[in-house]
């Protein structure tokens, strides 16, 4: 199973990006092989749309399950749509490396 993660940067040691649709990086985490990729998020300073284009983005790439700290309205009903789970973490301090080993539990 593939799972995004916001991120403030693009390494393990990076900490949960609190906003969804304006984070810096998303994680591609894959459950089944361990792989982890880093993707620029290219809508963290639009003006507007940053929720939907960024769901787009994570949709494209499979994810069943999406980890932030926070979910716009808008955001929620695209993901139900999607069948994509969110799963809002309120763990700002909390490091990509770490999420990922809870997920390994």
Sequence with gaps: MKI???STGNSPDS???QRFG???FFVIYDTETGATEF???PNKDSPE???PASVQLVASRNVQKIISGEFGVK???LLDTLKIQMIALKEPE???EEIIKMLNH
């Design 75 to 77: 955001i929620k009903s």
């Design 22 to 24: 304006r984070c810096a």
């Design 39 to 41: 993707i620029p998020n």
């Design 49 to 51: 749309g940053a929720g």
């Design 94 to 96: 909390k490091k990509i």
């Design 15 to 17: 900490k949960l990006d």
């Design 4 to 6: 995004a993660i916001t």
